[in-house]
């Protein structure tokens, strides 16, 4: 049978349609990839608006608190179809690290990490210390084992602050005699909320949130003690940043050493060479 000019037109356009509509059910038939079903509901981030506070009741260290920074996520991930196990939690590192303790002209205890003040690394994983790459592995990650039937919702949540004891006296002399007479501590980090196949290794970047903790407190050691230390601003934290666009992890956030492992604190007096007084555990 021959068609007219018209005629195939209409059979040419019909079984165009038809093809389309079988591309359309055959991408719609298909399963989502874990990377293109995972939801992030709602992501919050903040830190406590109470002040930084001071604890004078050793005769040996002045102890002061931080407030909290806090992040949480609700996540939702449809039905898994293969046998895949993910884990999604939050991932932390230092950027930036100042933390200085003077001691008039005496000099003063720093707390370095070696490699991030000289540029040899972009950032230190601040981990727990035993579950790399996470931050923690209570309320901080949760694991997903496929496969699975039905959705799985969660929230997952972490929060730091710093809570540090500061010697009165110098820390290389076995004298108490207060001396110290201000600190200084200036922190920025990353924190990442992220997916990982524990099987292959692939890592999803779900969010990026940036924040930063500023200390400083004068110190008068010739008051009395209880009466010495005065915090000056910042007294309230500027609020962490939520990105817009998410930025990739540095390779040193998701391995050894971490922050704490790698630190050491430094005796720079005001006149004489540097003296390690704690070194590095890692």
């Given at each position: 049978m021959l068609l007219s000019p018209a005629d195939s037109k209409t059979f040419l356009w019909i079984l165009f349609i038809f093809n389309a509509m079988g591309c359309i059910q055959s991408i719609r038939c298909k399963p989502k990839s874990f990377r293109?079903?995972?939801?992030?509901?709602?992501?919050n981030s903040s830190i406590d608006s109470?002040?930084?506070?001071?604890?004078?009741?050793?005769?040996v260290?002045?102890?002061?608190?931080?407030?909290?920074?806090?992040?949480?996520?609700?996540?939702?991930?449809?039905?898994?179809?293969?046998?895949?196990?993910?884990?999604?939690?939050?991932?932390?590192?230092?950027?930036?690290?100042?933390?200085?303790?003077?001691?008039?002209t005496k000099g003063m205890s720093s707390?370095?990490?070696?490699?991030?003040?000289?540029?040899?690394?972009?950032?230190?994983?601040?981990?727990?210390?035993?579950n790399y790459p996470w931050?923690?592995?209570?309320?901080?990650?949760?694991?997903?084992?496929?496969?699975?039937?039905?959705?799985?919702?969660?929230?997952?949540?972490?929060?730091?602050?710093?809570?540090?004891?500061?010697?009165?006296?110098?820390?290389?002399?076995?004298?108490?005699?207060?001396?110290?007479?201000?600190?200084?501590?200036?922190?920025?980090?990353?924190?990442?909320?992220?997916?990982?196949?524990?099987?292959?290794?692939?890592?999803?970047?779900?969010q990026t949130v940036r924040w930063r903790m500023q200390l400083h407190i004068v110190i008068d050691?010739?008051?009395?003690?209880?009466q010495r230390a005065?915090?000056?601003?910042p007294v309230i934290q500027e609020q962490p940043q939520i990105l817009g666009k998410n930025e990739p992890i540095p390779t040193n956030a998701m391995v050894k050493p971490n922050a704490n492992d790698a630190q050491v604190l430094m005796w720079r007096p005001g006149v004489g060479e540097p003296i390690v007084v704690i070194p590095p555990k890692y």
């Open positions: 293109e079903s995972i939801i992030v509901l709602e992501v109470n002040p930084t506070s001071i604890d004078e009741s050793s005769g260290v002045l102890r002061y608190r931080t407030p909290h920074f806090r992040a949480s996520a609700r996540v939702l991930v449809p039905p898994v179809a293969g046998k895949e196990t993910w884990t999604v939690g939050w991932i932390q590192a230092c950027n930036h690290m100042e933390f200085y303790n003077n001691y008039g707390w370095e990490l070696p490699d991030l003040r000289e540029g040899k690394i972009q950032a230190i994983s601040d981990s727990d210390g035993v931050y923690g592995n209570t309320t901080e990650t949760c694991t997903i084992v496929g496969p699975t039937k039905k959705d799985t919702k969660f929230t997952i949540s972490m929060n730091d602050n710093f809570y540090p004891s500061v010697t009165w006296g110098v820390p290389v002399s076995d004298s108490n005699l207060p001396l110290l007479s201000s600190i200084w501590r200036d922190q920025s980090f990353t924190t990442w909320l992220v997916a990982i196949n524990q099987g292959s290794g692939e890592t999803l970047v779900l050691p010739d008051k009395p003690l209880g005065t915090l000056m601003e």
